[in-house]
């Protein structure tokens, strides 16, 4: 089903959600400032352990079609997340806490998607394989 460098570009992929975990944090502790940081950072870094852990085997861990929703799951997770951050910002405009400003903030998020790339070519990949 899958061959190595099909698994490992998406374990490359994923830390680029992690990446963008870091900034979806920043972007909430601004508007969460009372927070812990793991309290924060636990529900963002769930696209990239889910990428993580499912491409971190040589062999996917199971078939086709559960390997394509966990990457469905993983691109809907970050992207809902984000334009919630974004949402919230916009209405609430809260003042810059700590030494994160929002801007990078931003950047790292929008950067790490650029990984949605790797996840729908593999789930195109994937799609067509399983139609076979």
Same mark, same amino acid.
């Given at each position: ?7 490992? =570009? ?47 085997? =040589? ?74």
């Amino acid at each position: 089903m899958a061959n190595m460098s099909f698994m490992g =570009k998406l374990h490359i992929a994923s830390w680029g959600l992690l990446l963008g975990a870091m900034g979806q944090a920043g972007l909430y502790m601004n508007l969460l400032p009372q927070r812990p940081t793991w309290a924060i950072m636990a529900p963002l870094a769930l696209p990239w352990l889910t990428v993580y852990t499912i491409s971190f085997c =040589k062999v996917a861990p199971f078939g086709p079609r559960p390997f394509r929703n966990c990457l469905l799951f993983a691109m809907c997770w970050y992207a809902v997340l984000t334009i919630i951050a974004e949402i919230l910002l916009f209405i609430f405009h809260p003042a810059p806490q700590g030494h994160f400003p929002v801007f990078v903030a931003r950047i790292l998020t929008y950067v790490a998607a650029l990984s949605f790339i790797v996840l729908i070519r593999s789930y195109v990949f994937l799609l067509r394989s399983d139609s076979i």
